[in-house]
């Protein structure tokens, strides 16, 4: 099975990404292809009027069967809850045109019918939905990415992984689109076929990540079990990390913190999350990582010699060179180098666990004050 994910030119490359990489983390048949040099962008034409809306609207999606007018909301400088303000106006575009961007696309690439296309996209759609497939041919679909902090404070890469699941599994689950609507859960029992018309009822269903018997029953006999279990445990994955970074559990205990042969922190007891750092900012962890004690900033200078030896472990773009000037900027303290890289380092920690279980593993240490990282040592595997 093959799917093909595609996104508009307002969908960060980081966010595509990320959404990619936790589809791939665990194998399995089906295949995940992430074209991010193929931008699918919305022209004049494919908006519909500007609409009004206020709270009630944003927060409620619309049935099939009722007239259709635009409700949501796309603006990724807008994305935080505290920073909406009711009522405001924006454009939006219906399904089909959303769908038509799918078909172009399949018909540029010459992808299969039997293949997936779905589109990640912060155009905000008619119907008000996170996601959909296209009733006339259901390998298409969409998945809006804009405004899940309104709902989840979370990666919004790990609510988009779940529709990008939740969307080939409802195509294998019923016969037609017909099916689909009138089998969703009006009513929201943390099934992945809840309607969510009340759009917070969305948490719900993230928390548990689960199909119901009846839905399951659906489904078995549709696909393969190997397909079906490769898609059960990515949702597991994304419920564990959506839990963990909502702090949805408190006094949990720390997870191991696990450096791989290729230099990628893992924290395997949080749903195997893994922390994307940039090589100069690994380098900082790593030296901070074996020194216990702590080191202030302003004595990195001394340290040069270690830093390049952890760095060339990590990197070996430029040359010699050229790399050892990186280490000298970043130990400098009259430059603001090795600050932005422990505001980085916070920031890809925080995003993943959230800041309560965050600050046991980044780099910590006021103005003036010895750094380090606090977390014990024997939870440390490299």
């Known amino acids: 099975m093959k799917i093909h994910l595609i996104k508009d030119g307002d969908v960060s490359n980081e966010t595509f990404t990320e959404v990619f990489d936790l589809l791939n983390a665990i194998e399995g048949p089906i295949q995940f292809n992430c074209d991010v040099n193929s931008l699918i962008n919305f022209s004049q034409d ?4 500007n609409i009004i809306l206020d709270q009630k609207k944003f927060e409620k999606g619309i049935k099939l069967d009722r007239p259709q007018y635009s409700m949501n ?15 405001f106006s924006r454009k939006a575009s219906n399904w089909s045109a959303i769908f038509d961007k799918c078909n172009l696309y399949r018909l540029s690439k010459s992808i299969g019918n039997d293949e997936f ?14 996601a959909s497939l296209d009733e006339k041919m259901p390998h ?6 804009a405004d899940w902090n309104h709902y989840l ?30 089998a969703v859960h009006l009513d929201p029992i ?4 809840d309607m969510c018309l009340e759009k917070k009822d969305i948490k719900l269903k993230m928390r548990t990540a689960d199909i119901c018997a009846d839905c399951m029953e659906k489904l078995k006999d549709k696909l393969s079990f190997s397909v079906i279990t490769q898609a059960l445990n990515i949702l597991e994955s994304l419920r564990v990390k959506m839990l963990f970074s909502q702090r949805f559990k408190q006094n949990v205990p720390l997870s191991r913190l696990v450096i791989d042969a290729d230099k990628r922190i893992f924290l395997p007891d949080f749903g195997n999350i893994e922390i994307k750092l940039r090589p100069l900012e690994k380098t900082l962890y790593f030296f901070y990582l074996k020194h216990p004690e702590g080191v202030g900033l302003s004595f990195l200078r001394g340290k040069r010699e270690e830093m ?46 959230g800041e309560e279980l965050a600050k046991n593993y980044y780099i910590q240490g006021g103005n003036g004050e010895v750094k380090k990282v606090g977390l014990d040592r024997n939870l440390l595997i490299n």
Not at 162 to 179: C, P, R
């Open 46 to 49: 494919d908006y519909i009027e």
């Open 308 to 353: 390049y030896e952890i760095y060339s472990k990590i990197s070996s773009i430029g040359s010699l060179d050229e790399m050892k000037g990186r280490i000298n900027d970043m130990v400098d303290i009259t430059k603001s180098s090795a600050f932005e890289k422990i505001s980085k380092i916070k920031a890809a920690f925080v995003k993943a666990i």
């Open 117 to 130: 296309v779905l589109l990640l996209t912060e155009m905000s759609n008619d119907k008000n939905w996170f």
């Open 73 to 87: 909301v796309t603006s990724s400088s807008e994305k935080e809850y505290k920073k909406f303000t009711f009522p």
């Open 140 to 145: 298409n679909g969409f998945i809006h990415t």
């Open 153 to 182: 404070k979370c990666n919004d890469a790990f609510p988009i992984a779940y529709e990008v699941i939740a969307l080939i599994l409802q195509k294998h689950m019923f016969d037609d689109y017909n099916e689909l609507r009138s």
């Open 190 to 193: 943390g099934c992945l076929n």
